[in-house]
Protein backbone atom coordinates (compact mmCIF):
# COMPACT_ATOMS: atom_id res chain seq x y z
CA UNK A 1 0.00 0.00 0.00
CA UNK A 2 1.54 3.57 -1.33
CA UNK A 3 0.32 6.76 0.21
CA UNK A 4 -0.97 9.45 -2.03
CA UNK A 5 -4.06 11.53 -1.66
CA UNK A 6 -5.49 11.16 -5.02
CA UNK A 7 -9.19 10.70 -4.42
CA UNK A 8 -10.28 6.68 -3.88
CA UNK A 9 -13.41 5.35 -4.50
CA UNK A 10 -13.94 2.50 -1.90
CA UNK A 11 -17.43 0.71 -2.41
CA UNK A 12 -18.82 -0.74 0.38
CA UNK A 13 -19.96 -4.49 0.23
CA UNK A 14 -22.81 -3.65 2.58
CA UNK A 15 -24.49 -2.81 -0.37
CA UNK A 16 -23.28 -6.51 -2.52
CA UNK A 17 -25.38 -9.45 -2.44
CA UNK A 18 -24.77 -10.76 0.55
CA UNK A 19 -24.67 -14.68 -1.53
CA UNK A 20 -22.02 -13.50 -3.56
CA UNK A 21 -19.19 -11.47 -2.16
CA UNK A 22 -16.51 -12.80 -3.99
CA UNK A 23 -18.35 -12.22 -7.57
CA UNK A 24 -19.42 -8.86 -6.17
CA UNK A 25 -15.78 -7.60 -5.08
CA UNK A 26 -14.19 -8.94 -8.37
CA UNK A 27 -16.42 -6.81 -10.35
CA UNK A 28 -16.43 -3.51 -8.49
CA UNK A 29 -12.25 -3.77 -8.88
CA UNK A 30 -13.20 -4.24 -12.91
CA UNK A 31 -15.17 -1.45 -12.69
CA UNK A 32 -12.74 0.68 -11.55
CA UNK A 33 -12.84 0.68 -7.19
CA UNK A 34 -9.87 1.87 -5.53
CA UNK A 35 -10.29 0.32 -2.36
CA UNK A 36 -12.63 -2.35 -1.03
CA UNK A 37 -14.61 -1.67 1.93
CA UNK A 38 -15.84 -3.91 4.42
CA UNK A 39 -18.31 -3.35 7.16
CA UNK A 40 -18.18 -5.35 10.19
CA UNK A 41 -21.12 -5.07 12.98
CA UNK A 42 -21.76 -6.58 16.14
CA UNK A 43 -25.35 -5.82 16.63
CA UNK A 44 -24.15 -4.18 20.10
CA UNK A 45 -21.60 -1.16 19.35
CA UNK A 46 -23.79 -0.57 16.41
CA UNK A 47 -27.97 -2.01 16.22
CA UNK A 48 -26.79 -4.07 13.08
CA UNK A 49 -25.30 -7.47 12.59
CA UNK A 50 -22.82 -8.24 9.63
CA UNK A 51 -20.22 -10.98 9.49
CA UNK A 52 -17.08 -11.71 11.08
CA UNK A 53 -13.50 -12.30 10.53
CA UNK A 54 -13.96 -15.66 8.79
CA UNK A 55 -15.81 -13.93 6.11
CA UNK A 56 -13.72 -11.01 5.91
CA UNK A 57 -10.71 -14.43 5.21
CA UNK A 58 -13.15 -15.83 2.20
CA UNK A 59 -13.90 -12.49 0.29
CA UNK A 60 -9.82 -11.80 0.72
CA UNK A 61 -8.50 -13.87 -2.73
CA UNK A 62 -11.14 -12.39 -4.56
CA UNK A 63 -9.67 -8.84 -3.81
CA UNK A 64 -6.62 -7.72 -5.58
CA UNK A 65 -5.85 -4.33 -4.00
CA UNK A 66 -6.78 -2.77 -0.32
CA UNK A 67 -9.22 -4.31 1.88
CA UNK A 68 -10.51 -2.07 4.40
CA UNK A 69 -12.26 -2.81 7.68
CA UNK A 70 -14.30 -1.13 9.18
CA UNK A 71 -14.93 -2.35 12.67
CA UNK A 72 -18.01 -1.08 14.26
CA UNK A 73 -17.75 -3.55 17.49
CA UNK A 74 -17.00 -3.21 20.98
CA UNK A 75 -15.07 -4.87 22.21
CA UNK A 76 -12.45 -4.55 19.46
CA UNK A 77 -9.20 -5.80 21.08
CA UNK A 78 -9.98 -9.66 20.95
CA UNK A 79 -10.44 -9.61 17.01
CA UNK A 80 -7.63 -7.62 15.59
CA UNK A 81 -5.07 -10.54 15.13
CA UNK A 82 -8.17 -12.33 13.40
CA UNK A 83 -8.76 -9.71 11.37
CA UNK A 84 -5.55 -8.68 10.24
CA UNK A 85 -4.88 -12.68 9.96
CA UNK A 86 -7.68 -12.85 7.38
CA UNK A 87 -6.01 -10.48 5.30
CA UNK A 88 -7.19 -6.66 6.05
CA UNK A 89 -4.97 -4.01 4.79
CA UNK A 90 -6.52 -1.18 7.08
CA UNK A 91 -8.23 -2.16 10.19
CA UNK A 92 -10.35 1.20 11.68
CA UNK A 93 -11.84 0.95 15.18
CA UNK A 94 -14.34 3.43 16.80
CA UNK A 95 -12.88 6.00 19.06
CA UNK A 96 -16.37 5.58 21.22
CA UNK A 97 -15.99 1.85 20.94
CA UNK A 98 -14.20 1.38 24.33
CA UNK A 99 -11.93 3.30 27.05
CA UNK A 100 -8.69 2.52 24.98
CA UNK A 101 -8.26 3.25 22.06
CA UNK A 102 -4.60 4.51 22.35
CA UNK A 103 -3.89 0.33 23.29
CA UNK A 104 -5.93 -0.96 20.16
CA UNK A 105 -4.20 1.44 17.63
CA UNK A 106 -0.95 -0.12 18.68
CA UNK A 107 -2.10 -3.38 18.64
CA UNK A 108 -3.79 -2.86 15.34
CA UNK A 109 0.18 -2.05 13.77
CA UNK A 110 1.33 -4.88 16.03
CA UNK A 111 -0.84 -7.11 13.87
CA UNK A 112 0.92 -5.86 11.00
CA UNK A 113 -2.14 -3.96 9.05
CA UNK A 114 -2.80 -0.18 8.52
CA UNK A 115 -4.03 1.91 11.67
CA UNK A 116 -7.54 3.58 11.30
CA UNK A 117 -9.49 5.21 14.06
CA UNK A 118 -13.29 6.55 13.21
CA UNK A 119 -15.47 9.26 14.21
CA UNK A 120 -18.78 9.40 14.82
CA UNK A 121 -20.75 12.21 14.36
CA UNK A 122 -21.26 13.67 17.64
CA UNK A 123 -17.31 13.39 18.43
CA UNK A 124 -15.48 15.81 17.77
CA UNK A 125 -11.87 16.40 15.70
CA UNK A 126 -9.57 17.00 18.61
CA UNK A 127 -10.09 13.40 19.50
CA UNK A 128 -7.62 12.31 17.01
CA UNK A 129 -4.95 15.08 17.88
CA UNK A 130 -3.22 12.54 20.92
CA UNK A 131 -3.18 9.99 18.46
CA UNK A 132 -1.69 11.38 15.21
CA UNK A 133 1.62 9.50 15.34
CA UNK A 134 0.02 6.16 15.62
CA UNK A 135 -2.53 6.52 12.91
CA UNK A 136 -2.92 5.70 9.01
CA UNK A 137 -5.93 6.85 8.21
CA UNK A 138 -9.13 8.61 9.96
CA UNK A 139 -12.45 8.11 9.08
CA UNK A 140 -15.47 10.57 9.49
CA UNK A 141 -18.43 8.98 9.83
CA UNK A 142 -21.24 11.43 8.26
CA UNK A 143 -23.95 8.96 9.24
CA UNK A 144 -24.41 7.08 12.75
CA UNK A 145 -22.44 3.80 11.66
CA UNK A 146 -25.02 0.54 11.67
CA UNK A 147 -27.04 0.86 7.83
CA UNK A 148 -26.19 2.12 4.42
CA UNK A 149 -28.61 4.14 2.63
CA UNK A 150 -28.95 7.05 5.04
CA UNK A 151 -28.73 10.53 4.40
CA UNK A 152 -25.44 12.26 4.37
CA UNK A 153 -24.71 14.44 7.48
CA UNK A 154 -22.69 17.70 6.64
CA UNK A 155 -19.32 16.89 8.69
CA UNK A 156 -17.08 19.69 6.43
CA UNK A 157 -16.26 21.57 9.38
CA UNK A 158 -14.61 18.11 11.28
CA UNK A 159 -12.77 17.50 7.86
CA UNK A 160 -11.39 20.42 7.34
CA UNK A 161 -10.11 20.67 11.28
CA UNK A 162 -8.46 16.98 10.24
CA UNK A 163 -6.64 18.19 7.53
CA UNK A 164 -5.39 21.56 8.76
CA UNK A 165 -4.38 18.79 12.00
CA UNK A 166 -2.86 16.17 9.70
CA UNK A 167 -0.28 18.39 7.62
CA UNK A 168 2.22 16.89 6.30
CA UNK A 169 1.61 13.03 7.72
CA UNK A 170 0.38 10.47 5.81
CA UNK A 171 -2.64 10.07 7.21
CA UNK A 172 -5.76 9.24 4.65
CA UNK A 173 -9.28 11.06 5.36
CA UNK A 174 -11.72 8.46 4.45
CA UNK A 175 -15.55 9.56 4.25
CA UNK A 176 -18.25 6.88 4.87
CA UNK A 177 -21.91 7.64 4.98
CA UNK A 178 -24.13 9.04 2.15
CA UNK A 179 -21.20 9.51 -0.22
CA UNK A 180 -22.77 10.18 -3.92
CA UNK A 181 -22.19 12.49 -6.77
CA UNK A 182 -24.12 15.38 -5.18
CA UNK A 183 -21.96 15.41 -1.46
CA UNK A 184 -18.30 13.73 -2.59
CA UNK A 185 -17.61 17.34 -3.95
CA UNK A 186 -17.70 18.85 -0.60
CA UNK A 187 -16.08 16.38 1.27
CA UNK A 188 -13.27 16.27 -1.29
CA UNK A 189 -13.09 20.04 -1.25
CA UNK A 190 -12.69 19.64 2.65
CA UNK A 191 -9.51 17.45 2.19
CA UNK A 192 -10.75 13.98 1.92
CA UNK A 193 -9.17 11.41 -0.50
CA UNK A 194 -10.65 7.90 0.30
CA UNK A 195 -14.85 8.07 -0.23
CA UNK A 196 -16.65 5.14 0.88
CA UNK A 197 -20.00 4.51 -0.77
CA UNK A 198 -22.44 1.55 -0.29
CA UNK A 199 -25.37 2.20 -2.31
CA UNK A 200 -24.86 5.10 -4.56
CA UNK A 201 -22.14 2.47 -6.40
CA UNK A 202 -24.12 -0.75 -6.40
CA UNK A 203 -27.45 0.69 -7.12
CA UNK A 204 -28.94 -0.21 -10.15
CA UNK A 205 -26.07 -3.02 -10.86
CA UNK A 206 -25.36 -6.34 -10.43
CA UNK A 207 -22.37 -9.17 -10.95
CA UNK A 208 -23.89 -10.36 -14.35
CA UNK A 209 -24.95 -6.87 -15.31
CA UNK A 210 -21.46 -4.61 -13.52
CA UNK A 211 -21.64 -1.92 -15.98
CA UNK A 212 -23.43 0.40 -13.91
CA UNK A 213 -21.35 0.20 -11.09
CA UNK A 214 -18.70 1.54 -13.08
CA UNK A 215 -20.51 4.09 -14.29
CA UNK A 216 -21.35 4.97 -10.56
CA UNK A 217 -17.83 5.18 -9.49
CA UNK A 218 -17.38 7.10 -12.03
CA UNK A 219 -19.66 9.39 -11.56
CA UNK A 220 -18.56 9.70 -7.88
CA UNK A 221 -14.83 10.15 -8.78
CA UNK A 222 -15.67 12.80 -11.62
CA UNK A 223 -18.29 14.78 -9.00
CA UNK A 224 -14.86 14.89 -6.12
CA UNK A 225 -11.89 15.76 -8.75
CA UNK A 226 -14.23 18.43 -10.16
CA UNK A 227 -13.29 20.76 -7.69
CA UNK A 228 -9.45 20.96 -7.87
CA UNK A 229 -10.62 22.16 -11.97
C1 LIG B 1 -22.43 2.56 7.73
C2 LIG B 1 -21.28 1.91 7.01
C3 LIG B 1 -21.07 2.45 5.65
C4 LIG B 1 -22.20 2.20 4.71
C5 LIG B 1 -22.24 3.30 3.70
O1 LIG B 1 -22.44 2.15 9.04
O2 LIG B 1 -20.09 2.07 7.74
O3 LIG B 1 -19.84 1.97 5.10
O4 LIG B 1 -22.12 0.99 4.04
O5 LIG B 1 -23.37 3.10 2.93
P1 LIG B 1 -24.00 4.27 2.06
O6 LIG B 1 -22.96 4.67 1.09
O7 LIG B 1 -25.18 3.60 1.43
O8 LIG B 1 -24.37 5.37 3.01
ZN1 LIG C 1 -18.09 1.66 6.78
Known amino acids: MTFDRKIKI ?5 AADFANFGAECAAIEAQ ?3 WVHVDVMDGHFVPNITFGPAT ?7 IKGVMDVHLMIAPVDPYIDAFAAAGADVITAHVEAGPHIHRTLQAIRAAGARAGIALNPGTPASAVEPLLDMIDLVCVMTVNPGFGGQK ?3 MTDKVCALRRMIGDRPIHIEIDGGVDP ?3 PLVARAGADVLV ?3 AVFRGGSVSNPEPYGDNIRAIR ?4 GVYA
Open 222 to 225: AAAE
Open 152 to 154: FID
Open 32 to 34: GAD
Open 182 to 184: DTA
Open 10 to 14: APSIL
Open 197 to 199: AGS
Open 56 to 62: CAAIRPH
